[in-house]
């Protein structure tokens, strides 16, 4: 019921679908370029629609009665933004501890123009081990879904060229607010250690 329900809200908004349930158990799901907050709204659907149970973090303040039962319910994970640090160790210990289990993320981690895109989304894949599957909204084209599927190969920039390369013909609603596809230049050299601990909560 809820399914169809969402795949109607997407035909009476006229859009498009692309893309299903994916066929590995676990895998990070990222969704680009992130400009507006509608971004969230269709990407939400969508999975509704297609019935992928994708996890994702939303800051603690939003799960107050009785929103917090439409977040549990869509996937929402309340991260207390005090303690931002420890989101991607927190995301690759959901991996470890599930059979099967999907986490979404927007790599930008904000509406507003950067220098590019965070790390987080690929440390999980890379420390978790798990393929990386590329979601878009294209807005000219009024298409939404997922495309792509990434196999990190702990090469950074060859990976990431493979994301620009997919990302290079969607448009987002609001173009001057997307950030370029690259990793943010603080961010995408790993030091001997490992990389150095951040977040990727969005603003929204």
């Given at each position: ?96 501890t599930h059979d099967s289990f999907y986490f979404g993320l927007a790599p930008e981690g904000t509406r507003s ?10 440390r999980i894949a890379i420390e978790a081990n798990v393929p990386i599957y590329l979601g878009f909204l294209d ?66």
């Amino acid at each position: 019921m809820i399914r169809a329900l969402a795949r109607f809200i997407l035909f009476i908004a006229g859009w498009t679908a692309v893309g299903g349930a994916p066929s590995v158990p676990k895998a990070v799901y990222i969704a680009a370029p992130h400009t507006s907050n509608w971004d969230g709204i269709w990407a939400l659907t969508f999975k509704v629609a297609v019935g992928i149970d994708v996890k994702f973090f939303a800051k603690d303040s939003l799960f107050w009665f009785p929103l917090d039962i439409l977040l549990r319910a869509l996937g929402g994970i309340p991260l207390n933004r005090s303690r931002a640090n420890s989101a991607v160790s927190r995301a690759v210990e959901m991996f470890a501890t599930h059979d099967s289990f999907y986490f979404g993320l927007a790599p930008e981690g904000t509406r507003s123009l950067r220098d590019g895109w965070k790390t987080g989304f690929y440390r999980i894949a890379i420390e978790a081990n798990v393929p990386i599957y590329l979601g878009f909204l294209d807005y000219p084209s009024k298409r939404v879904g997922v495309g792509a599927r990434l196999d990190p190969t702990g090469d950074m920039e060859a990976d990431l060229k493979v994301c620009a390369d997919f990302y290079a013909g969607i448009e987002a609603r609001w173009p001057e607010k997307a950030s370029p596809v690259r990793f943010s230049q603080a961010k995408k050299t790993a030091p001997k250690g490992g990389f150095p601990d951040e977040t990727d909560s969005s603003d929204r």
